[in-house]
């Protein structure tokens, strides 16, 4: 038994009380607001009833970002022309690098020869191969809706990773924010919460798997990139 299965069991037997948290509240996760307080004699715990995700165990707090930051080097690797930069809070100081408070609204950005290619949110999807998620119905866009309305309007790029694919050339997708919302519903899950639904008899159109795709979708603004400002004859 992992050693997290066995906190979490010992976590449950000292449950004092569990309390709601406020409805504003998000998991920083998977976005639900079924949030509670959880009291126990080790102390104060903010848990999700979705996702599991627990303020007791360090590796809920750092794994997520750590897993989104998985995919710029599998990126790399595939691309090694293009430079790949982790997006920071705008507040980030710039000699220790500590970061800020300021909103990040997309993960990183891409890069060809100093010319800003894309701009990308990482959206995780944990314990499903992609093969399953392109055709199950009942699945979603990850996220706060409103940061994903926002890489609509900017084009920005959605990154589909797949951490427990078994083929290691399945690990990613990738989709343009801006076709996903011209093709998706707006729904409530099963949870309560506001969510993006692309049908599944289109879903294989939108999300993308091949490299070929990747390096259209990467490159599609290129030329208007190195034309900018420019006169064509």
């Known amino acids: 038994m992992e050693t997290k299965e066995i906190a979490q069991k010992e976590n449950k037997n000292e449950i004092i009380q569990t309390e709601p948290v406020d409805s504003i509240a998000k998991c920083p996760r ?7 307080w959880v009291f126990t004699k080790r102390g104060v715990s903010i848990k999700c009833t979705n996702c599991g995700f627990d303020t ?5 707090v750092i794994s997520h970002r750590q897993k989104e930051l998985e995919v710029l080097p599998i990126l790399k690797n595939m691309f090694s022309q293009l430079t790949f930069i982790e997006n920071t809070p705008i507040d980030t100081h710039f000699l220790t690098g500590e970061k800020g408070d300021s909103p990040v609204r997309y993960d990183f950005k891409v890069f060809f020869f100093g010319k800003k290619l894309a701009r990308c949110k990482v959206s995780v999807i944990q314990n499903t191969p992609v093969e399953r998620y392109l055709i199950t119905d009942e699945q979603y866009v990850q996220g706060r809706p409103k940061v994903f309305e926002y890489l609509a309007k900017i084009d920005g790029l959605l990154i589909f990773y797949f951490p427990d694919e078994p083929d290691e050339t399945k690990k990613l997708a990738i989709a343009s924010c801006r076709e996903i919302k011209r093709n998706a519903t707006r729904v409530t899950d099963r ?14 159109l939108i999300i993308k798997t091949d490299y070929q795709d990747f390096k259209n979708l990467l490159f599609k603004n290129f030329y208007d990139l190195i034309t900018e400002g420019v006169y064509i004859v």
């Not at 998977?30 to 509670?36: A, E, L, Q």
């Not at 639904?197 to 294989?204: C, D, G, L, N, S």
């Open 191 to 204: 949870f309560g919460n506001d969510q993006f639904h692309i049908p599944v008899e289109v879903r294989k």
């Open 56 to 60: 007791h165990f360090l590796q809920d």
């Open 30 to 36: 998977c976005g639900s607001n079924k949030v509670n």
